[in-house]
T-cell receptor, first 118, second 114 residues
Framework: DTGVSQNPRHKITKRGQNVTFRCDPISEHNRLYWYRQTLGQGPEFLTYFQNEAQLEKSRLLSDRFSAERPKGSFSTLEIQRTEQGDSAMYLC????????????????FGQGTRLTVV | RKEVEQDPGPFNVPEGATVAFNCTYSNSASQSFFWYRQDCRKEPKLLMSVYSSGNEDGRFTAQLNRASQYISLLIRDSKLSDSATYLCVVNYRMGTQGAQKLVFGQGTRLTINP
């Protein structure tokens, strides 16, 4: 399977604990996005990487959230001191866009990590 | 005002009917537009890219109106398998480093009834 892979698929954690999710994008995709989705809502943008550079971070992302893409391949999203409001589906997506291409290309999503904070 | 707005529905239509969704966006710098489909508890999957001249793929037709900043999706001869949530997506560049942002609407839920 050469699609976007996310691990774990499900995570249940106690409030106050730290959690880390991993995303392996489609090989050679230079762009990687993290989204959060709650029931009845569309995916909400969290952050965006172009290769290893984190170029955009949502204002909604508090200091408890951090994301990395150290070698421009896989990415991790860490949530520190989890709160019940962090319970959601965390989706990762990747795409490839050539350097001088101005139009965006479609993104492909992983199956997500469902986080439940109890 | 939300960056991308959709009528959340739900839309309940009989099999074989034609159904249309509209979506409006607020950022006039938006450059690319897509419709994604999301089944219950699954990830979003690309349904169609939306080109400025409008495009058709089988029973699905997408149109873009840049002047009015809206995108539409038409589904003809709807099938039971079309039941899903349809997400309108707008892509635009930010800043000078080429960062791009895909912004999703909240989705329109469609149920096709036999």
């Amino acid at each position: 399977d050469t699609g976007v892979s996310q691990n774990p698929r499900h995570k249940i954690t106690k409030r106050g604990q730290n959690v880390t999710f991993r995303c392996d994008p489609i090989s050679e995709h230079n762009r990687l996005y993290w989204y959060r989705q709650t029931l009845g809502q569309g995916p909400e943008f969290l952050t965006y990487f172009q290769n290893e550079a984190q170029l955009e971070k949502s204002r909604l992302l508090s200091d408890r959230f951090s994301a990395e893409r150290p070698k421009g391949s896989f990415s991790t999203l860490e949530i520190q001191r989890t709160e019940q409001g962090d319970s959601a589906m965390y989706l990762c997506a990747s795409s490839f866009t050539a350097l001088r291409q101005t139009l965006g290309t479609e993104a492909f999503f992983g199956q997500g990590t469902r986080l439940t904070v109890v | 005002r939300k960056e991308v707005e959709q009528d959340p529905g739900p839309f309940n239509v009989p099999e074989g009917a034609t159904v249309a969704f509209n979506c409006t966006y607020s950022n006039s710098a938006s450059q690319s537009f897509f419709w994604y489909r999301q089944d219950c508890r699954k990830e979003p999957k690309l349904l169609m890219s939306v080109y400025s001249s409008g495009n058709e793929d089988g029973r699905f037709t997408a149109q873009l109106n840049r002047a009015s900043q809206y995108i539409s999706l038409l589904i003809r001869d709807s099938k039971l398998s079309d039941s899903a949530t349809y997400l309108c997506v707008v892509n635009y560049r930010m800043g000078t480093q080429g960062a791009q942002k895909l912004v999703f609407g909240q989705g329109t839920r469609l149920t096709i009834n036999p």
